[in-house]
């Protein structure tokens, strides 16, 4: 047991014997510092304070010694700091190699070998900010002059010098153009253009002056250079506009001569064609071409041909042309056929005496037939108004007022691209008319006919008078183209007292057919009394068109047309206005025929006979052509004229 408690310490023992003595144990070596970026030492800020210390890291700490010794760092000053690296305790410098250290923003950093003493090198610091340039007005640059050389430099001025170039690089500026020139500034040492705002800077005579904020680039736009002297227009006569001629078609502009161009407008205002019975004036405006002018041309200088005065004011170009009351158009005209009514027969102007005195009518074109019950329905998209009186093929539109009338002509224009001929309340759209009355209606009586339109339109009871007779190829025949009522006339001994197919009877010279008998024809004017005196192209009175009817005359409805391309009429006439020369057998027509809304507006008063007396003055005057009998309004219908 005790051998055993031994043997631990014995083993020990033997250990010691063997191996012999330990060698001394050498303190451990210093690690070498390997933090190359120096922190706490940035580049130097103008009036910023140098700092005397690194920023404290593991392995050393460090002072800092700057170049001057400043206490604040200067503007435009380059300056070098003296780092003292001190290692900390188990850590050395010895080992640390050559330019081992760095320093952010130095433009150099050294040390030597194993040393703690590094040399920074730093950037100059910024210079003292530029004064921001305050001269606005640009000084040497003004507006070009004709013939002038172009500046290339501006003015000197402290702040700031300049170049300047011109648009189109001229030698000398010209005549009429307008210049733009290019600026380029450059500030001088102690100014900057950083700050200026955006067209700060002024150019004297410039239109336009920009530039983009902080810089010095600005564009100046200048007014056009004088121009040459102009001429002072020298050509009296203005060609191109003579007197209007009744049918002819206005001008809108002179004949352009060397000197002017100009536009011509006319009053009253004219859609297509001069009318006659008018006095028409020329407002003529003239422009003066390049190298002419208008300064210095004297009072009523120009003239017109055929006016009877014509004047301008002292220095101007607007003048005032007054010509002659226009005649009639005794023109010869051609047919013209529509692809609403078919063929409108020319009626050559002429004069007739109405019983009371010479009556003198244009030219125009009246519709061969009376128009059709399928004509109307076509034109107008109403029902047939004739459907309860005759079932008759082609047979002649009955039970129609005069405003229906005025309806079948604006929409017959439309539909063949014409201008119509009449307006109410201002428009000549029939869709804005609204309803057609079934009496007498104000606003409707009101209705106003532009005789310069080419669209079609009622005659006239002189035109449709005139065309009865049979126009200048007038036989003098006792009924319209005939001295047999049973040639050219359906009327109540022949007709079984109903209407016929339109254009089965004789034409009369004219070739127009049923001016005497079938139906009634609406005409345009109110009836009265025919006036004393020779007239040309009458219209009838002018009243206010608040009656009862109008006149109507020898069949339904007929158009009309001027001779020259342009305005189209219904026919209608009353037997009462036929004057000498025509007899009027009684017509077909029955009043019980007719539905009362569409003829009541005449209906008991007995105003469309054939006697003037019998028919209300004030009344639209409706014509046909045959004697001794009361024609009941509902047998009225429509002719067609176009001048």
């Not at 410098?93 to 090198?121: D, I, P, R």
């Not at 007719?594 to 014509?623: D, E, H, I, M, W």
Request: glycine share 10%; aromatic share 8%.
């Amino acid at each position: 047991m005790k051998t055993k408690a031994l043997l631990p310490f014995m083993l020990a023992l033997t250990a010691i014997v063997l191996l012999g003595c330990p060698t001394p144990i050498t303190p451990p070596t210093d690690t070498m510092v390997n933090l190359s970026a120096i922190p706490g030492v940035t580049a130097p800020v103008a009036g910023a304070t140098p700092v005397t210390t690194i920023s404290d890291t593991d392995q050393y700490t460090g002072t800092v010694t700057w170049s001057g010794t400043p206490t604040t760092f200067a503007y435009s000053t380059s300056y070098t700091a003296t780092i003292t690296l001190t290692a900390k305790t188990g850590y050395t410098l010895s080992g640390v190699t050559a330019n081992f250290f760095t320093v952010t923003g130095a433009s150099s950093v050294a040390n030597t070998a194993s040393s703690g003493t590094v040399t920074a090198v730093f950037p100059s610091t910024a210079a003292e900010p530029d004064t921001v340039i305050n001269i606005a007005a640009i000084a040497g640059v003004t507006a070009p002059v004709a013939g002038a050389t172009p500046v290339t430099t501006i003015s000197d001025t402290d702040q700031y010098t300049g170049t300047v170039t011109w648009s189109g690089s001229p030698t000398s500026f010209a005549a009429s153009t307008v210049y733009t020139a290019t600026i380029t500034l450059t500030a001088k040492t102690g100014y900057t253009l950083t700050g200026v705002a955006a067209n700060f800077f002024t150019v004297a005579g410039a239109t336009s002056v920009t530039n983009s904020a902080s810089t010095g680039t600005v564009t100046a736009v200048f007014p056009a250079t004088a121009a040459v002297p102009d001429t002072v227009i020298s050509i009296a006569a203005i060609p191109g506009v003579t007197a209007p001629a009744t049918g002819a078609t206005p001008v809108t502009a002179i004949t352009e001569t060397d000197q002017y161009t100009g536009t011509v407008t006319w009053s009253p205002a004219v859609s297509n064609m001069f009318v006659s019975n008018t006095v028409y004036t020329a407002t003529i405006t003239l422009t003066a071409k390049a190298g002419f002018t208008l300064t210095g041309v004297t009072t009523d200088f120009f003239t017109v041909a055929g006016t009877t005065s014509d004047t301008n004011p002292a220095n101007s170009g607007v003048v005032t042309a007054v010509f002659p009351t226009t005649t009639a158009n005794l023109a010869a005209v051609s047919d013209y056929t529509g692809t609403g009514v078919g063929t409108l027969k020319a009626v050559q102007g002429g004069t007739f005496n109405n019983g009371t005195a010479d009556m003198t009518v244009s030219s125009f074109r009246m519709s061969q037939h009376e128009i059709t019950m399928e004509q109307f329905v076509a034109v107008t998209g109403l029902a047939n108004p004739s459907s309860d009186f005759t079932s008759v093929v082609n047979g002649p539109v009955q039970c129609v007022n005069w405003y229906h009338a005025l309806v079948f002509c604006n929409k017959l224009s439309e539909a063949e691209g014409l201008t119509p001929v009449y307006s109410i309340s201002g428009t000549t759209n029939t869709a804005s008319w609204g309803a057609i009355p079934t009496t007498s209606d104000d606003t409707w009586n009101g209705a106003v006919a532009d005789w310069s339109a080419n669209g079609y339109r009622l005659p006239t009871e002189a035109e449709w008078q005139f065309a009865a007779r049979g126009g200048n190829s007038s036989n003098n025949y006792t009924y319209a183209g005939s001295n047999t009522i049973d040639e050219v006339t359906w009327y109540t001994s022949n007709s079984s007292k109903t209407t016929h197919t339109v254009g089965t009877k004789e034409a009369n010279e004219l070739g127009l057919y049923d001016m005497c008998g079938n139906v009634w024809e609406w005409c345009w004017d109110w009836f009265d009394g025919y006036p004393g005196t020779a007239q040309t192209d009458y219209r009838g009175p002018l009243r206010a068109r608040s009656a009862s009817c109008a006149v109507a005359v020898g069949s339904p409805l007929r158009l009309t047309a001027p001779s020259l391309p342009g305005t189209a009429t219904l026919r209608k006439t009353s037997t009462a206005r036929l004057g000498s020369g025509l007899s009027a057998p009684e017509f077909v027509g029955r009043w019980a025929s007719c539905p009362a809304t569409l003829g009541s507006f005449c209906k008991g008063q007995n105003c469309c006979t054939y006697k003037r007396a019998s028919v209300r003055a004030g009344s639209r005057a409706s014509r046909h052509s045959v004697t001794g009998g009361v024609k009941p309004k509902g047998a009225e219908g429509i002719v067609v004229l176009r001048t």
